[in-house]
């Protein structure tokens, strides 16, 4: 592991790095002394990472006329976010895991709690015949029970035995038992989950040194790790995936980022390499629950549009993110990211905060293909990096369609670097689905992107909808590679007050990776009972339970973040909660204005905090406070200042875009016709401009189409309004 200190706010330097390493390009975002910033992209390369992430930085430091090393020498930071966790869940080639669990709980890796409908598209999970059981992440016979219990506790506390009390002490020879039998059978990593061990640790802690004692005695070095350290929150099966996603993936997806910050190094940075948290913020490497970086490509966009947001006072907004493998979707209110507490994630329920996103296989790099039925298909297959039958995939993609119809220009891509056939695009779509179907090349096409973009039409309108928001609100936030690309189909028929998109769209998760604050986010499983005829004793001892909790989370949080490097003089604290009615299943994220709650008016307040949240997502008549309030989680973020890009103001030209704007036009089947698309370079267009449609605005990072009938327009941040 380096040693290299964390100055993430090094006012001697004069850049920021931050990449995106996606399925197929990695982009860079190089973030300039003055806040400005240029962009790189490279093909990503899964199997070495290390070498897309040097080219990526390469290309965008030649926008300045340097070198990858000149930036290094000078960047203050470098963030990276990559795959190579889901890599390793996707694959299965993680470590292997033993478990020591609470006996009668053994078979609690295959069970999961019955979830076997995750990551099933909604037809199928309306079948039962068609679920099945997610394959583990372990081997069943790799699991021991051990004799312990711990009281979970009641809402009802003062008629039942309290929360954390020991009911069965650990019975320590069980442990020993578990420990030489893992040892035996090979496993490199040992993970201990104990039923309600997020009350009271108690029991798993020493459960951790009576094993660490075993493997000391049989001199072999076998980490273990607790689920108290990794998630200590309820809900058994969720804690374990999060434990089991640390032992198996964590120290895998470490190496490879290693890799890429040995090479960053050895190019002249003097940093630690900074990754992506799945809730937001960015974490060095060496962060210990690294399981919380599992998806941080998407996430980075989610940031970025939260600060396009708040620089344009936006309160709805409708992210969507289109690159080469699929179409993710989420939400920003009130310029706030919301957080799935315990979110679905490769098949998988953890206990782990999590932007909230919902994907479909729509990328551009999705497999086109018929089925014996002459039925179309767009994916779940995606050729990554290898883009499509045009450059060296074997299948017809997305892309192959867009190339054929005239959208893409073969002779562009990647601004020349790479060049597609289009005549190899053409004959592969007509072969493989013109003919079968019995219909023209360009009736396929548009057929094809039909069924693609209303795929995506419909996931973007369903995470509105199915939450109760009015579209009309909303202002869609087009980014990706391929956003642009598609902007004019998926977003055809959007009843939405605004749509949007930026010059470094296919950029903008990396963007929003350098946007990240250096931050970390620590919860603590809590239980208390607040009826509504609480007394104001009881809610003094409640709210004094809060203090000390959020006071050891502080604690916490200043020793990490000083192991990390961080300066830890400039650190801020805020301040949450997880509640809800007694009686409902699901607790809501209720941000607090206190730290402490030593009071009764405190717990009231908290009490009040949480009625305000409650009531900004459902409807006035469905409180129900007579039923009392559960207290189950506490929470709070650490934050350090670190450096930031900034959006510039522009001084508005004319709406006439200047002469060099203007490359040339080709034709382009649009709808089953052909049109003359005038084509415009990115580079050179103006805020203030507008460009009507047919036209195409291209870059080497992405293009933008411009149907008959509409038009761009350029406002002083250089955002794209799509009317």
């Avoid at 976010?81 to 470590?95: D, K, R």
Wanted: net charge negative.
């Amino acid at each position: 592991m380096s040693t290299v200190s964390t100055d993430i706010n090094n006012s001697n330097k004069k850049y920021i790095l931050a990449l995106d390493a996606g399925g197929t390009m990695t982009d860079t975002v190089l973030v300039l002394e003055d806040g400005s910033f240029k962009v790189g992209k490279s093909l990503t390369n899964r199997d070495d990472e290390q070498a897309s992430y040097l080219e990526s930085v390469d290309d965008a430091a030649r926008v300045i006329n340097k070198r990858s090393s000149d930036i290094h020498k000078e960047a203050s930071v470098a963030i990276y976010a990559g795959t190579g966790m889901l890599n390793t869940l996707l694959t299965g080639s993680g470590s292997d895991t033993g478990l020591i669990v609470t006996k009668g709980f053994e078979d609690i890796a295959v069970i999961e709690g019955g979830l076997t409908y995750l990551g099933q598209p909604q037809n199928e999970m309306l079948h039962n015949q068609l679920h099945e059981h997610t394959p583990p992440l372990m081997d069943r016979k790799n699991v021991y029970g051990v004799l312990e219990r711990v009281c979970g506790g009641t809402p009802y506390m003062d008629k039942h035995v309290a929360a954390g009390e020991i009911l069965i002490p650990l019975y320590e020879p069980h442990v020993v038992d578990a420990t030489n039998k893992l040892l035996d059978s090979g496993v490199e990593v040992i993970g201990i989950l104990f039923t309600n061990c997020y009350i009271n640790p108690v029991h798993e802690q020493r459960a951790k040194k009576v094993a660490e004692k075993v493997i000391a005695d049989r001199g072999m070095e076998v980490p273990v790790v607790l689920s108290y350290d990794t998630a200590p929150v309820m809900k058994e099966n969720n804690r374990l995936k999060s434990l089991l996603l640390q032992c198996t993936s964590a120290e895998h997806a470490r190496r490879s980022l290693l890799s890429v910050e040995e090479g960053a190094q050895k190019d002249g940075y003097d940093g630690q390499l900074l990754t992506l948290l799945s809730y937001g913020g960015a974490v060095n490497i060496s962060y210990p629950r690294l399981y919380e970086t599992v998806i941080s490509g998407p996430i980075g966009g989610m940031m970025g549009g939260q600060i396009l947001s708040k620089k344009l006072n936006l309160d709805k907004v409708l992210c969507c993110d289109m690159g080469g493998t699929s179409f993710d979707v989420g939400l920003i209110l009130d310029q706030q990211i919301p957080i799935r507490k315990d979110p679905e994630f490769a098949k998988h329920r953890l206990a782990l905060p999590m932007v909230a996103l919902d994907s479909v296989g729509s990328g551009a790099g999705s497999d086109v293909w018929l089925d014996k039925y002459n039925r179309l298909h767009v994916g779940p297959g995606s050729a990554g990096s290898d883009v499509g039958i045009c450059f060296r995939y074997d299948k017809l993609t997305v892309t192959d369609v867009n190339v054929a119809m005239g959208y893409v220009d073969p002779e562009y891509f990647l601004g020349g670097k790479v060049t597609l056939d289009r005549d190899k695009a053409y004959k592969a779509l007509e072969e493989g689905i013109a003919k079968p179907l019995g219909i023209s090349v360009y009736e396929a096409g548009k057929g094809i992107l039909e069924v693609v973009n209303t795929q995506m039409k419909e996931a973007a309108s369903t995470m509105i909808l199915a939450k109760g928001y009015n579209p009309a609100e909303f202002t869609v936030m087009v980014y990706g590679g391929a956003g642009p690309v598609h902007m004019w189909g998926f977003t055809e028929g959007l009843d939405v007050a605004d749509i949007i998109t930026v010059p470094y769209a296919a950029a903008f998760s990396a963007f929003g990776a350098a946007c990240a604050e250096y931050m970390h986010r620590y919860h603590k499983g809590f239980v208390a009972a607040v009826p509504l005829d609480e007394t104001e004793q009881r809610k003094e001892l409640i709210g004094g339970d809060i203090t000390q909790c959020f006071k050891e989370l502080e604690e916490k949080a200043r020793n990490e973040l000083a192991e990390e490097g961080a300066d830890t003089s400039e650190i801020s604290f805020s301040y949450g909660m997880y509640a809800r009615y007694i009686g409902q299943l699901e607790s809501f994220d209720t941000p607090l204005d206190i730290k402490t709650a030593d009071d009764a008016k405190d717990v009231d307040y908290l009490i009040d905090s949480f009625e305000q949240m409650y009531t900004k997502i459902y409807p006035e008549g469905a409180r129900f406070p007579d039923g009392g309030y559960a207290i189950t989680e506490l929470y709070i973020k650490a934050v350090i200042p670190k450096a930031m890009p900034a959006l510039k103001e522009h001084s508005l030209a004319s709406a006439e875009p200047k002469k060099s704007a203007y490359v040339h036009s080709r034709k382009v089947n649009h709808k089953g016709e052909f049109h003359d698309f005038k084509v415009w370079q990115m580079a050179e267009l103006e805020a203030g401009n507008i460009i009507k449609g047919p036209s195409i605005i291209r870059d080497p990072m992405t293009t933008l189409v411009i149907p008959p009938g509409k038009r761009i327009e350029i406002d002083k941040y250089m955002v794209l309004h799509y009317r």
